[in-house]
């Protein structure tokens, strides 16, 4: 255990404002997703996930609720951390801005970089975006609206400490030359370089002083330490950072090997995070990879407009597998996706219920009626069987090559383009026709055996994306073995087991019927 290579992994933490909805949940899922992947090529995970619980507008909100801030953050944080279970999120950490350590080392970062000079005491005037905690200078803020949100700048001034980001603008440009897969997809790292870097860096408000719902700033408690310098800094203390060295767990798994954000959010994580390590004189994460937006619709989800749909409300309908396997293949890796109810059933049917639990149900009921359950072996061959296993080759190395760059929605593809072909099996090799043939029964224990293969492989290959209906394929061929590495040679599967019955994986869906139990569910809210 102690030889295995370390792979450490975050998501953004979920701004504890409110209850997330599907488009906040991709990050969790494809991280999760990455994370058993890695896993199961034998990594020791190191998964962290959490809760961003400061800012002015959870201060607003609290105060709107009759409740403390504490207490707001408390419930939020519970029901984040409900829907993440929900979606069986496999983190290893779930940490908390609220958390004391956090706060300890935050505040101990802070007092190193205003020592080193990195940090200063000025006034503040100009232009904030509440919802993005973000503050826009006057030629930035012509429109009047955020260039995050598109909602109304209010002006605010103010006494602040400030970071000096110009300090390190060379050094990062620099880095993002030499290293440019470090920002993925490539067009996320154009748009930091074109839009931010070369016009030059403002230096950054990294306090405020007209409100109290933060991290107090020890050398000046009237100020709390803002956002940024606050929330970013969760991915090394979760790891035991405490503001000035890490321990064992630090050494072992920083720098992290990915963050996985929204594209909302990139300008902080790829321009004042590297900054603010370089200041500490960390390491930079080898890679961020900024995901396209989860769209409802043609729109971006936004409560104001009406459209937003909810993780467990999908659960309820769909289950757990198929709300994760429509996120994860959904998504392209540098377009954005989209989400309607009618696309989930559409995919579900397609995909989960007609391909893949077809497949399943109709192999195991085969074998039960031709070889009474018993695994059989494969002492004859067809025509169509040489290309089975190629396209089982190919679909192992689709799926590795494409999840190693985090094309998850291409390494699902790979995977399912092996359920589609198994199904063309059934249709060229026709059993039902063979098992009438006693001269024949060779050949159909060959076809027989190779489904039982080909749905064995897609059970490993799909662990990570629908993690439950993986574990089932797998239990039903009493199969234990669930490592990568037992995908990638066809034929493990052994003679002479016995499978389990016929099961339904996913039920096919009444598309009118759900679509008119959905819109009577909306209309009672």
């Given at each position: ?16 404002s409110?209850k ?45 609720a ?42 101990k ?51 602040a ?42 230096d ?70 590297p900054i ?41 309908h ?10 994860l ?13 009618e ?26 009626k ?8 494969p002492?004859g ?24 760059e ?6 699902l ?82 003679v ?8 339904v994986?996913?039920?096919r ?13 909306n209309?009672?809210?």
């Amino acid at each position: 255990m102690e030889n295995k290579k370390a792979f450490y992994i975050t998501t953004a933490i979920a701004y504890a404002s409110g209850k997330p909805h599907i488009g906040n949940v991709y990050d969790p899922v494809a991280a999760d997703a990455v994370a058993r992947f890695k896993r199961s090529q034998g990594y020791d995970v190191f998964f962290c996930t959490g809760t961003d619980e400061h800012g002015q507008k959870i201060e607003n909100k609290a105060t709107a609720a009759g409740v403390t801030p504490q207490q707001f953050v408390d419930g939020v944080a519970g029901q984040i951390k409900d829907i993440w279970d929900m979606l069986g999120i496999s983190y290893d950490h779930f940490i908390r801005t609220t958390d004391s350590y956090h706060i300890s080392a935050v505040q101990k970062i802070f007092e190193r970089l205003l020592a080193q000079g990195d940090i200063y005491k000025d006034k503040y005037e100009g232009w904030y975006c509440e919802p993005c905690e973000s503050f826009f200078t006057d030629t930035q803020a012509e429109s009047g609206v955020c260039l995050d949100c598109g909602r109304p700048l209010r002006r605010e001034h103010e006494e602040a400490y400030f970071f000096k980001m110009s300090k390190y603008q060379d050094r990062l440009m620099k880095y993002i030359d030499e290293n440019p897969d470090f920002i993925i997809p490539d067009s996320r790292r154009k748009e930091m370089v074109n839009n931010f870097l070369k016009p030059g860096l403002q230096d950054l408000c990294v306090s405020r002083s007209s409100f109290t719902w933060g991290i107090p700033v020890l050398s000046d408690p009237k100020h709390v330490t803002y956002v940024w310098l606050d929330a970013l800094t969760n991915y090394i203390t979760a790891l035991g950072f405490d503001g000035e060295q890490g321990g064992e767990k630090y050494a072992k798994y920083w720098p992290a090997d990915v963050h996985i954000i929204g594209k909302d959010i990139i300008r902080f994580h790829m321009i004042y995070w590297p900054i603010f390590l370089m200041a500490l004189g960390e390491p930079l994460p080898k890679k961020i990879f900024a995901h396209p937006w989860m769209l409802s619709g043609m729109d971006k989800m936004s409560k104001s407009r009406g459209n937003v749909v909810y993780p467990d409300d999908l659960i309820r309908h769909f289950g757990l597998d198929g709300v994760r396997y429509y996120l994860l293949s959904e998504m392209p890796f540098a377009s954005d996706g989209t989400i309607t109810y009618e696309n989930v059933i559409l995919r579900y049917n397609n995909d989960l219920a007609n391909t893949l639990g077809n497949l399943v149900a109709r192999t195991l009921s085969m074998t039960k009626k031709y070889f009474g359950g018993v695994i059989p072996s494969p002492e004859g061959t067809t025509e169509f069987d040489e290309d089975l296993k190629a396209t089982a080759k190919a679909a192992y190395d689709g799926y590795v090559n494409n999840m190693e760059e985090y094309h998850l929605s291409d390494a699902l593809d790979a995977v399912f383009s092996l359920a589609r072909r198994a199904n063309k099996y059934i249709d060229e090799t026709a059993p039902w026709a063979l098992a009438k043939d006693e001269e024949k029964r060779p050949v159909l224990a060959t076809v027989i055996y190779n489904l039982l293969e080909c749905i064995r492989i897609l059970g490993v290959l799909l662990t990570s994306a629908i993690p439950t209906s993986a574990e089932k394929i797998l239990a039903s061929l009493g199969v234990n073995d669930q490592t990568l590495e037992s995908a990638k040679e066809y034929g493990k599967l052994a003679v002479g087991g016995e499978v389990g019955e016929s099961f339904v994986l996913f039920a096919r869906i009444d598309s009118q019927k759900k679509l008119a139990e959905i819109e009577a569910e909306n209309a009672a809210k």
